[in-house]
């Protein structure tokens, strides 16, 4: 029996599980609580009440559900499932898009050699692979309920391509649900208009594509029934209560240049990093393939590719996208590779199953076992201690507790300034003082001012800096210790530091001492 047992399915799931295990502390997270307390208090609005800086701009809040959604867990459940069920919803991810890997090989026999658990296993590998690459983004925040969306809606659209049409109609009840979770959800909008194409090209030249039918009839009763449900799909979106704003709001934040180039996510992909490299080695190798192994490659990639491509190294926000597109390829293309998988597999299977005639192959694979456990488990101990204590959760992140709590004794003056980072924690623990700058607003602007603009402009210390201060009557200022905002404010005799600590620092305004006139000749 206990031959039989092969460790590496162990070897993968530990390592799967400290990936997708992440703990909940993304700047974000903070006033997405906020708000979903809000709405369900009745206090929600469609203008900005939570800064100072902006009061009553017109939000458009296309998360309005998820912030519900989000609050209540964490009401019910705490930081820990709130977590849990993040890291259930990046498993669904991956296994959507392996579920489509599969769907794809089989269509092309390329699974018949293989038994059930040998599928198991490589499936695992596949959604391992995908979610090491996107460790950057996935966590809990909203991105992982679109990454989501795109998964199933891929996996429906390929089950059309194949010949399933009943499962399209999920479309209208699923974006209708996703318009009011994230506003992701236009990127399916575009994956609409591809695919009609890809079978309009189908129809004008049958049978070149190995994942299409040779039937002209059939293909154009495809783009009828694609064209219908794309239609009610686009109409059910519109039933938000933001209506078509959501659209505006979306496509005006993701043209926002001077948002794109300052805030970490929207930068484009840096092959300097170890997450660079992995995304340029993972498209490398699957592009090779692709044009290697003519066998899987579709005209599917000649509408898409470009697209994701883009998408992919011109932010890391939407590296995902990127990894779920190439991946079932990936998976079709190394499944067609069928003698080197099945050498790969009874290697594998000879490396990993305990031998006691090899002690020390076997001793080394139980050590591998028990290391990658330990990181698991570590991951799961970090994970529960964290969670449980919410102090601990935001002090290992770099938040300002201590500082905060400063404030909650010492309100400012006046308005206050915080770093962009810390807004949405101030907005929750914070509630009775107004921000001046949170995540929400990376793209706010008015005729007279961008909100982010002016923020970078007091943080690096532009020429104006001080007037912006002394113009929006701030008073306190929360910094970063040893920032060049902090830097600069220590040098600066208007302000004093009245708290600091090892994470920020408080600075005041100091009083400017009246001038008392005198009487002439005296």
Request: one cysteine or more; charged letters at 10%.
């Amino acid at each position: 029996m206990f031959k039989k047992i092969n460790l590496l399915p162990l070897i993968l799931f530990g390592l799967f599980v400290a990936v997708l295990l992440r703990i909940p502390n993304d700047p974000d997270m903070w006033w997405h609580l906020r708000v979903g307390k809000d709405i369900l208090h009745g206090h929600a609005s469609f203008l900005d009440q939570y800064s100072w800086s902006m009061t009553g701009y017109p939000w458009v809040d296309h998360e309005w559900l998820t912030n519900i959604i989000m609050y209540v867990v964490q009401h019910y459940s705490g930081y820990f499932g709130l977590g849990l069920v993040f890291a259930a919803l990046g498993l669904m991810v991956f296994g959507f898009t392996a579920k489509t890997g599969n769907l794809m090989a089989r269509h092309l026999g390329l699974l018949e050699t293989f038994s059930r658990q040998q599928l198991r296993l490589l499936t695992l590998i596949w959604t391992l692979i995908a979610a090491v690459i996107c460790t950057p983004i996935i966590g809990t925040r909203p991105q992982v309920i679109t990454l989501l969306g795109f998964a199933v809606c891929n996996y429906l659209l390929w089950q059309f391509f194949l010949g399933s049409r009943k499962q399209l109609w999920i479309l209208p009840p699923l974006m209708l649900v996703w318009a009011n979770l994230h506003g992701g959800f236009v990127i399916e909008l575009g994956m609409f208009m591809l695919a009609l194409l890809y079978l309009a090209v189908n129809l004008i030249r049958p049978g070149q594509d190995p994942f299409h039918p040779q039937d002209k009839a059939e293909t154009l009763r495809q783009i009828k029934h694609l064209a219908l449900v794309a239609l009610i799909s686009v109409a059910a979106t519109l039933l938000n209560p933001n209506t078509y704003q959501i659209y505006t709001e979306a496509f005006r934040t993701s043209f926002d240049q001077f948002a794109r180039g300052h805030i970490n996510e929207w930068l484009s992909v840096n092959f300097q990093t170890m997450s660079g490299l992995l995304m340029g080695g993972f498209v490398l190798i699957s592009l090779w393939l692709l044009v290697w192994l003519k066998k899987p490659l579709s005209l599917f990639h000649v509408f898409f590719l470009p697209l994701f491509l883009y998408l992919g190294f011109s932010s890391i926000r939407h590296t995902p996208l990127l990894v779920l597109f190439l991946l079932p390829w990936l998976m079709t293309a190394v499944y067609a590779m069928t003698p080197q998988v099945h050498l790969f597999l009874r290697t594998a299977d000879k490396f990993f199953k305990p031998n006691w005639h090899l002690l020390a192959s076997t001793l080394f694979n139980l050590l591998i076992v028990l290391g990658c456990l330990a990181l698991a488990g570590n991951q799961i101990w970090q994970f529960t201690d964290q969670t449980l204590h919410e102090q601990s959760l935001a002090r290992q992140a770099d938040y300002p507790v201590d500082a905060v709590n400063y404030l909650q004794a010492h309100p400012p003056a006046q308005n206050l300034f915080n770093e962009y980072g810390w807004g949405g924690y101030l907005t929750w623990y914070l509630p009775q003082t107004k921000v001046y700058i949170d995540g929400r607003m990376a793209s706010w602007q008015t005729a007279a001012r961008h909100i982010l603009a002016e923020y970078y402009d007091i943080n690096w210390l532009s020429a104006k800096w001080t007037g912006i201060l002394a113009q929006n009557h701030i008073s306190t200022l929360l910094v970063k210790k040893n920032s060049i905002l902090d830097s600069g404010l220590r040098q600066n005799t208007q302000y004093r530091i009245v708290y600091q600590d090892s994470v920020a620092v408080i600075f005041e305004q100091q009083a400017v001492p009246a001038i008392t006139a005198r009487p002439l000749g005296e």
